[in-house]
């Protein structure tokens, strides 16, 4: 196994929102959110008089809002900024990781800078500051075999330390090629 990696990717709006979820409370959380309270308002809607039918419709109404505004902000905000969306290319080595998009920005992080790692079913979510306040994201698919995954792995594991656990309601144990979820 190398101990240099290299990758390469074009960004998507999933690769934005796996990387939110894995690290904002709020969008973690919000999809539950507008279940629950979609729920609630259908039995107020169904099981109470017509008194309660715009409390109900309200409910409704603020589900949906709150189910949609994260896909909704996310492809926005991708959609909106041409540099977004521009193919990545990176490496990492034993030294540092490494990210350009284009000639317009060229990152080099050494490993201490990075506080935390977390892996989804999408990717590798790495933390730029303390506490998730920033980060970055390698989808799994930016790799060219299961090797350079893996080699990307164990190079976090080394020099940041094991992975944070992604925890959702109904999904715990593994994902695929091994990834917490």
Request: net charge negative; glycine share 8%; with cysteine.
């Amino acid at each position: 196994m190398s101990n240099s990696v290299d990758f390469k990717w074009a960004p998507s709006p999933a690769d934005w929102r796996a990387s939110l979820r894995a690290m904002v409370p709020m969008f973690k959380w919000a999809p539950w959110f507008a279940v629950v309270l979609g729920g609630f308002s259908l039995v107020l809607l169904f099981g109470f008089d017509d008194a309660m039918f715009p409390v109900a419709l309200f409910g409704l109404v603020c589900a949906l809002v709150i189910g949609f505004m994260e896909p909704v902000a996310v492809w926005w905000r991708f959609s909106s900024d041409e540099m977004i969306s521009r193919t990545v290319v990176g490496s990492a080595d034993d030294q540092s990781f490494r990210m350009a998009v284009g000639n317009e920005v060229r990152e080099e992080i050494v490993w201490e800078e990075l506080p935390g790692w977390t892996e989804t079913r999408q990717g590798f979510v790495l933390e730029t500051l303390d506490d998730g306040a920033a980060s970055l994201s390698v989808p799994h698919r930016a790799f060219a075999s299961d090797e350079d995954l893996s080699s990307f792995r164990t190079l976090l594991e080394q020099h940041i330390g094991p992975a944070k656990q992604v925890s959702r309601i109904g999904h715990t144990g593994w994902g695929s090629r091994g990834a917490a979820t």
